[in-house]
């Protein structure tokens, strides 16, 4: 199975600056399918991206998705308070699915 | 807006089974796929099975084949997850999510998760 190694494990940041998180995958994921999600503390994860690049509904446009093969990345522009979580990146080009094992972007 | 609602949370000990439900609104049910999938503590996520409501294709991964059931009621438009035999490391949040029928696929709704705890 496909796996996907996700780094920094832990960013530290303040309100207003730039993330940028890298999702990187053990084997070439077929038509960029990778999507991202993000999980606060006892919720669910919610749909930021699919198809490496493509915002799901509702998802502000702070929120961007880039790359593609190996590599890939997901970018906050300007962080908001809300946005401190936890971000996993997940493959859905080979079965079965699998998911990164999270970035955590904390408050500074 | 859809909603996917799970059932409370369950303690079983090792042996036993336990079935999970989730309760799927505003949308058509039978056009979208169900998957199962659990967090266990400090574990990445973890896809397990999967439903076709349309037609009850299910598929479930490698690692729970045997021990895991998949079933969907379209007249409740609810699915169930039943896993049986559980063990000690079966202990997670179980989330029901919702996914188009096609084989690949990613996770646009999920439930809010119901936590299984495996004790004795």
């Known amino acids: 199975e496909v796996l996907l190694t996700q780094s920094p494990g832990i960013l530290s940041l303040s309100p207003g600056e730039r993330a940028t998180l890298s999702c990187r995958a053990s084997?070439?994921?077929?038509?960029?399918?990778l999507a991202w999600y993000q999980q606060k503390p006892g919720q669910a994860p919610r749909l930021l991206i699919s198809?490496?690049?493509s915002r799901a509904t509702g998802i502000p446009d702070r929120f961007s998705g880039g790359g593609s093969g190996t590599d890939f990345t997901l970018t906050i522009s300007r962080l908001d308070p809300e946005d401190f979580a936890v971000y996993y990146c997940?493959?859905?080009?080979?079965?079965?699915?699998?998911f990164g094992g999270g970035t955590k972007v904390e408050i500074k | 807006q859809v909603q996917m609602l799970q059932s409370p949370p369950e303690m079983r000990k090792p042996g036993a089974s336990v079935k999970v439900s989730c309760k799927a609104s505003?949308?058509?049910?039978?056009?979208?796929?169900v998957a199962w999938l659990r967090q266990a503590p400090g574990q990445r996520l973890e896809w397990l099975a999967w439903i076709n409501p349309y037609n009850a294709n299910t598929y479930s991964a490698q690692k729970v084949e045997g021990r895991i059931s998949v079933t969907a009621d379209p007249s409740t438009t609810t699915a169930y997850m039943e896993l049986r035999g559980l063990r000690f490391d079966d202990t997670a949040v179980y989330y029901c999510a919702r996914t188009e029928l096609r084989l690949r696929y990613f996770f646009d709704f999920w439930g809010q998760g119901t936590l299984v705890t495996v004790s004795s």
């Open positions: 198809g490496a690049s």
């Open positions: 084997q070439s994921i077929s038509t960029n399918y």
């Open positions: 505003d949308y058509t049910f039978v056009n979208f796929g």
């Open positions: 997940q493959q859905y080009g080979s079965s079965p699915v699998t």
